[in-house]
Nanobody, 118 residues
């Protein structure tokens, strides 16, 4: 069955960096979009970034543009989210998701906690 497993979260000081990974299995990874979402306490889940099947195009939420970079390695069935210049407001559980159709995400990971301290 489809599995998405996030890793790389943790506690970091403001201004620091983290790299999240999402290991995928159970489907043809290279045929699916990949995306990252996040959910902060008391808030709704929000879109962070997405990347096309080949990795040729990416899109970002305005609040992470210039700080976060999404990428993927189809040989390793893994997607990444490089997060730099982290802010306290980036604190959230980060989820990776995948979907065959643009904007539609069929499968989700369990999430990884990112906490940014001041």
């Amino acid at each position: 069955q489809v599995q998405l497993v996030e890793s790389g979260g943790g506690l970091v000081q403001a201004g620091g960096s983290l790299r999240l990974s999402c290991a995928a299995s159970g489907y043809t990874f290279s045929r699916y979009y990949m995306a990252w979402f996040r959910q902060a306490p008391g808030k709704e889940r929000e879109f962070v970034a997405r990347i096309t099947q080949t990795g040729g195009r990416a899109a970002y939420a305005d609040f992470v543009k210039g700080r976060f970079t999404i990428s993927r390695d189809n040989a390793k069935n893994t997607a990444y989210l490089e997060m730099n210049s982290l802010k306290c407001e980036d604190t959230a559980v980060y989820y990776c998701a995948t979907g065959f159709d643009f904007g539609k995400y069929d499968y989700w990971g369990q999430g990884t906690q990112v906490t940014v301290s001041s």
